[in-house]
């Protein structure tokens, strides 16, 4: 029976997968993956990472000595991996689409939240305080929705906008116009959006690609969802759109810094971050610890897939959701022209 090693295991993690697995060995550690930790995957034929360890070529150099021989990355992101590092030693598997509805429902929650302060009129009545001066939102009918990103979670939240009637316009480095969607540039979408929802991966060409003058594009008074990478969106330059009303309300569920801090409990001694505790201290601002994706449905999928990896990879077939390392921006499989026999090497 193959051995993976299992990091950053949560109780939800290690629910799904014990009922789903059925040929592995899965040894679950609490520690997230890097140089140091890696040891703890000795005799073990592949880690199971999520997004926030560090797969760094340290990392993958010290797993590569081990005998690690796949990693199996049980979410769709995979900007913590180095893939030159891994390239021709160990292959990285992900799970591309785990569940859309997951992802865009949550982000629409935090739109609805920001929108008419639902945690600030929760916290009044818990304290039978029933006055809703203050609480004052717009209706989300008949206002633009600017989606940055259209794959399929970008795709859901457009259908969920519309549910509300609310107009559609989106931008993507790579428009597909057969989906009979509204593209426009980056500066027009900033212009004319009340709402702007982030569902782009993160990249070289991404990583704060809103920070100051972005910000300065936008209408006043505009809500800022972001379900996606905290880096996609410098955090200094949104509490300053924050303090001059630039921004009316903000719903994150990512942090560009949150690998120190997302998934742990900090109540009893704090967070040493100033931008993290300003933006939380923001009456504005409503922030989850990168939840978007848990929902059963989702967990059961991601757990399936990651499963599924797994199998393809330790018996010698094609790698459905390998990632190419030939491709600098780590585009996925079917986009490789390098890939042969279904695998990256």
């Known amino acids: 029976m193959k051995k993976v090693a299992f990091f950053d295991a949560k109780p939800y993690d290690r629910e799904w997968f014990d009922k789903l697995n059925q040929k592995y060995e899965l040894h679950y550690f609490e520690s997230k993956l890097d140089e140091e930790t890696a040891e703890l995957a000795r005799g073990c034929q592949a880690v199971c990472a999520f997004v926030n360890d560090n797969l760094d070529k340290r990392t993958i150099d010290k797993l590569y000595e081990l005998g690690v021989r ?3 990355m049980r979410c769709a992101g995979y900007s913590n991996v180095d893939f030159r590092a891994a390239y021709k030693k160990i292959h990285v598997v992900r799970v591309p689409a785990y569940s859309p509805h997951a992802v865009a429902e949550h982000a629409m929650g935090l739109l ?12 009044r009545t818990r304290d039978f305080n029933f006055n809703i001066s203050g609480l004052t939102g717009v209706d989300l009918y008949g206002k ?11 795709r859901t939240f457009m259908e969920l906008c519309r549910g509300f009637g609310m107009k559609i316009v989106a931008y993507d480095a790579f428009p597909n116009e057969k989906l009979g969607i509204e593209y426009v540039d980056l500066d027009e979408l900033l212009r004319r959006s009340d709402v702007i929802s982030l569902h782009c991966p993160l990249t070289d060409q991404t990583r704060h690609m809103l920070d100051e003058a972005p910000f300065a594009k936008m209408k006043r008074g505009i809500f800022l969802i972001n379900t996606s990478r905290g880096e996609l969106v410098d955090s200094v330059a949104l509490l300053k759109a924050l303090d001059e009303g630039k921004i009316r309300g903000a719903g994150l569920d990512v ?10 409990d900090w109540s009893m001694s704090g967070v040493q971050d100033d931008v993290l505790s300003l933006l939380l201290n923001k009456p504005n601002v409503v922030i989850t610890s990168h939840q978007a994706f848990l929902t059963e449905e989702a967990l059961s999928s991601i757990a399936r897939i990651t499963l599924d990896n797994l199998d393809e990879f330790f018996s010698d077939g094609p790698l459905t959701n390998e990632v190419c390392y030939q491709c600098e921006s780590g585009k996925i499989r079917e986009n490789c022209r390098e890939m042969r026999g279904g695998r990256c090497f």
């Open 70 to 72: 796949v990693i199996a």
């Open 112 to 123: 609805l939240m920001v929108n008419r302060k639902l945690h600030k009129a929760y916290n």
């Open 144 to 154: 633009t929705a600017g989606i940055i990103g259209t794959g399929k979670i970008g």
């Open 255 to 264: 942090y560009e810094e949150e690998a120190d801090y997302f998934f742990s």
